[in-house]
Every structure is written in structure tokens, then in C-alpha cells.
T-cell receptor, first 113, second 118 residues
């Protein structure tokens, strides 16, 4: 069966520090991968998606970047965090061609202070 | 671009009460519609979805949703809630027939927290 792992669960970082959130998927090959963010009082917003290794599409301009160094690994990064980067970050995957059903990770609560 | 609005931030009910969570979207074309649910301590998961056909769709755990195209709505309902339905519910929309890299590019509402008291 397929599983998705996302870590850490919570993170408190000072403004200006770097960020690295990691997500891995097991039990499937060549998935579509996504990073979503939920800011306080707002809906889930798609940040990045990837249909293959090294292929990253950004949905909104921001202080963050994503990378996919391996087929089932998706990393969300920042060189210098801003206060506005605080939020709940969710990694998700879907089967190629079956993107209507997303499988979400457990999320990372990021607080930038 | 599409957008989704969920009317209630927090709904509190007693067991056996009926539930209706509102969801409205804005988009000029055909859409696929979804309800996702996140139970305490669990991952966000798909509750039900509408692609085409019968506008009344049934999901897991006795939930259903009705797509009313003229009202741009996709409200979630359950005749009799249980304590175990306590969770956060998200409505989402995706342009229909979006192929390739558009898959999975859902736009979510703000979420509605449902608390059911025993």
C-alpha cells in the first residue's frame, strides 16, 4: 500500500533562517507531488506541483522553492524565512493521470517568529 | 481563476442533528467538486467528489453533497451526525477536463470545523 511521510510535524524558526521540509512517498512510482499551504483563516493554497524528477511548477510567487531530487521525494525550501511564511504545510501525491484524488501527508505546522 | 467560499468557520451540533455545510465556488466553466475531511490526528482525506451525472453524490460515512449549478453550490449534508464526525471539512474545486499537469490543482475553501457533542 502507498504511504506518504512528511516531517517535521512542527517547526519554530526565527525570521531570516533557512527552511527545509521533506516529503516522501512509498509504494508507488512516478506520482504527481504537491505542496499546499494553509495560512490562518484561509483555505489550502497550492504552492508547487511536480510531475517528475526535476520538474517543478510554481503556482504563486513567493519566498519558497521546491525540489524533487528523486522520484518519490519532494522538498520545500527557503533561504530566508519571513513572518508571512508561517502556516500549515501539506504535502500530497496523486497517481499520474488520476489527479482528482489527492493523498495528503500529516502536515507541518511552521511558526516563524 | 476559481475560488471557493465556505460559509461557516465553526459549526457545533449535538448527536443526531442534521448537518449542512455550505460551499460556493466561482468559475466560469465546468468544474469538478470535492469535499475533503480531516479527523483529529489524521491525514486529510477525500470524502466525496462530483465529476458529472447525478448532481447528488454520496460519499463515505453517510455523507452526501448536491451540486446545484445555477447556484454555484456544492453543499455537504448528513441527516444525523455522530460524535465521530467531529473534524474539519474542506470544499475544493478544479476545472473539469484539465489534463496533464493540471491534475490535482485543486482550489480549497477555508475549511469548516465541525464539533459534535455526544
Amino acid at each position: 500500500s502507498q504511504t506518504i511521510h512528511q516531517w517535521p510535524a512542527t517547526l519554530v524558526q526565527p525570521v531570516g533562517s533557512p527552511l527545509s521540509l521533506e516529503c516522501t512517498v512509498e509504494g508507488t512510482s512516478n506520482p504527481n507531488l504537491y505542496w499546499y499551504r494553509q495560512a490562518a483563516g484561509r483555505g489550502l493554497q497550492l504552492l508547487f506541483y511536480s510531475v517528475g524528477i526535476g520538474q517543478i511548477s510554481s503556482e504563486v510567487p513567493q519566498n519558497l522553492s521546491a525540489s524533487r531530487p528523486q522520484d518519490r521525494q519532494f522538498i520545500l525550501s527557503s533561504k530566508k524565512l519571513l513572518l508571512s511564511d508561517s502556516g500549515f504545510y501539506l504535502c500530497a501525491w496523486s497517481l499520474q493521470g488520476r489527479g482528482e484524488k489527492l493523498f495528503f501527508g500529516s502536515g507541518t505546522q511552521l511558526s516563524v517568529l | 481563476a476559481q475560488s471557493v467560499s465556505q460559509h461557516n468557520h465553526h459549526v457545533i451540533l449535538s448527536e443526531a442533528a442534521s448537518l449542512e455545510l455550505g460551499c460556493n465556488y466561482s468559475y466560469g466553466g465546468t468544474v469538478n467538486l470535492f469535499w475533503y475531511v480531516q479527523y483529529p490526528g489524521q491525514h486529510l482525506q477525500l470524502l466525496l467528489k462530483y465529476f458529472s451525472g447525478d448532481p447528488l453524490v454520496k460519499g463515505i460515512k453517510g455523507f452526501e453533497a448536491e451540486f446545484i449549478k445555477s447556484k454555484f453550490s456544492f453543499n455537504l449534508r448528513k441527516p444525523s451526525v455522530q460524535w465521530s464526525d467531529t473534524a474539519e471539512y474542506f470544499c475544493a474545486v478544479k476545472p473539469a477536463n484539465a489534463g496533464g499537469t493540471s491534475y490535482g490543482k485543486l482550489t480549497f475553501g477555508q475549511g469548516t470545523i465541525l464539533t459534535v457533542h455526544p
